[in-house]
Structure formats: structure tokens, C-alpha cells
């Protein structure tokens, strides 16, 4: 399965925030969305980050402090690792565990497909494995019998 699959499933909506928005605001815009990160966009609509959940925890554990006075631009990730709509489940289920991320924006050229998460990723092997165990049961099913 590849990921193009996994979208075309999922849809391609995004949500995103710009640098220089409060936290405070991207924080409420996950919560009511009931999302785990935002694509970070400049002015020009260019994808410049990204920031998730872990990045504000981590801001919360660092600063111990009032998230107010922050900016997206001050918490957000800038070491985009991307994936493509032509790559494997297997592959970007390993890019993201090896880079311990659960957020990933896909990417055709410049443009924004969409982002796909760990658990779409674990889903999409969970239906694949699915599959092949049904396939694999028909096929014994169906073996013929020595005489």
C-alpha cells in the first residue's frame, strides 16, 4: 500500500496556523479540531513547520510557564521530515518511528497533499495484514488434498 492509497481513504484537509500567531490560539484550534499538530505557513503560503502536541508539552516542561507569551514561531518544529504520495506504508512507518514522530505532511513537489499520522499508518498494516490473512486462509481452504 502506498500512501497516495492512504489519503485518498483519509481525504487531504489540513489545518494550519502562520509563525506568528499566539500558541494560545493554535493550542484551541487543535483542541476543537481534536487534532494532534497544524502545518505551519508563511505569508506566502510556504510550509515552514510544523507543531504539534509534543513540542508544546515539551515547551511546558522547559519554560514551566504561561504559554501566552509565545508565538507558533517559538514552539514549532522547523526540521520538516516529509514523506511522498508514492511512498510505502512500510517505509514512512519506519522514517517515523526512526525520527519518533507521529505527524506527517505528505508532499508532491511543492504542494501539500495532506498529513497522515502514526495511526493511519498502523491502520493501513493492520487492513493490509487483514487482507492477506483472508487471502492466505482461502488459499489453504482451497488446497487440494493428496491422494
Keep these: 500500500m502506498i500512501i497516495r492509497e492512504i489519503l485518498a481513504f483519509k481525504g487531504g484537509a489540513t489545518f494550519s496556523t502562520s ?6 490560539e493554535a493550542i484551541q484550534q487543535m483542541v476543537e479540531r481534536s487534532i494532534g499538530s497544524l502545518i505551519v505557513l508563511d505569508d506566502t503560503g510556504k510550509m515552514v513547520g ?3 502536541e509534543r ?12 504559554l501566552g507569551t509565545f508565538k507558533v514561531t517559538d514552539l514549532m518544529t522547523t526540521r520538516l521530515i516529509v514523506g511522498g504520495p508514492e511512498d510505502t506504508v512500510d517505509h ?3 522514517m517515523m518511528t526512526e525520527n519518533h514522530i507521529r505527524h506527517l505532511p505528505v508532499v508532491e513537489g511543492a504542494a ?8 493511519d499508518v498502523a491502520k493501513a498494516c493492520l487492513n493490509e495484514a487483514s487482507f492477506q490473512n483472508k487471502l492466505l486462509k482461502g488459499y489453504i481452504k482451497n488446497w487440494p488434498e493428496e491422494e
Design 55 to 66: 513540542d508544546i508539552l515539551r515547551a511546558v516542561h522547559k519554560y514551566a510557564c504561561d
Design 92 to 94: 514512512v512507518r519506519g
Design 112 to 119: 501539500l497533499l495532506g498529513v497522515i499520522t502514526f495511526h
Design 50 to 52: 510544523i507543531i504539534t
Design 19 to 24: 509563525p506568528e500567531k499566539p500558541v494560545v
